[in-house]
T-cell receptor, first 116, second 115 residues
Framework: KQEVTQIPAALSVPEGENLVLNCSFT??????LQWFRQDPGKGLTSLLL?????REQTSGRLNASLDKSSGRSTLYIAASQPGDSATYLC???????????????FGKGTKLSVIP | KAGVTQTPRYLIKTRGQQVTLSCSPI?????VSWYQQTPGQGLQFLFE???????NKGNFPGRFSGRQFSNSRSEMNVSTLELGDSALYLC??????????????FGPGTRLTVT
């Protein structure tokens, strides 16, 4: 059974700092990995999707890397801003469940606070 | 393009009642998945529908059920509500087909409180 772990559970940084969020997974047989952002009481916003054949993806100040063989992904946020404060979740797609469906398994997230 | 919409946004129900939640996917998306999110368990997969057929189901009791209509809109139903069903219920859509390749787009969720 796939397990996804995100460390740390919470992180507080001063504005302007670069930071890295970590995600690890137990089964390396994944098809892709997706990073999401969730604001309090809200739904999830997709940030980046990395296919298993890719090593990294970039969007603006965000860069996500994937090392499938070691079961790790990192989300790098450059020049953090107070508006980046949210919970960041990673989810891995793997484990064929039949009928063309592949299970998406989530970590419990890292709650980021960027202090002005 | 409009995003995923969920109705209602908030619900308060009494233990023992039943509830129906609705999700409208992004136009053209054929796959709809449902998740339950609680502080203790995080995000847990409920079920996935594609072209009106349930093609995957998580480890939830039979009180949780769903369906998908020909226009891809989906509903989920919870019967005989329990206090532990209080959660944020999230719906996600993707283009479908080989779902593994696509991003999931989430709606804002329905906050269900059972008293």
């Amino acid at each position: 059974k796939q397990e996804v772990t995100q460390i740390p559970a919470a992180l507080s940084v001063p504005e302007g700092e670069n930071l890295v969020l970590n995600c690890s997974f137990t089964d390396s047989a994944i098809y892709n990995l997706q990073w999401f952002r969730q604001d309090p009481g809200k739904g999830l916003t997709s940030l980046l999707l990395i296919q298993s054949s890719q090593r990294e993806q970039t969007s603006g100040r965000l860069n996500a890397s994937l090392d499938k063989s070691s079961g790790r992904s990192t989300l790098y946020i450059a020049a953090s801003q107070p508006g980046d404060s949210a919970t960041y979740l990673c989810a891995v797609r793997g484990q064929y469940s039949g009928a063309g469906s592949y299970q998406l398994t989530f970590g419990k997230g890292t709650k980021l606070s960027v202090i002005p | 393009k409009a995003g995923v919409t969920q109705t209602p946004r908030y619900l308060i129900k009494t233990r023992g009642q039943q509830v129906t939640l609705s999700c409208s996917p992004i136009s053209g998306h054929r796959s709809v998945s449902w998740y339950q999110q609680t502080p203790g368990q995080g995000l847990q997969f409920l079920f996935e529908y594609f072209s009106e057929t349930q093609r995957n189901k998580g480890n939830f009791p039979g009180r949780f059920s769903g369906r998908q209509f020909s226009n891809s809109r989906s509903e989920m139903n919870v019967s005989t509500l329990e206090l532990g069903d209080s959660a944020l219920y999230l719906c996600a859509s993707s283009p479908g087909g080989v779902a593994v390749l696509y991003e999931q787009y989430f709606g804002p969720g329905t906050r269900l409180t059972v008293t």
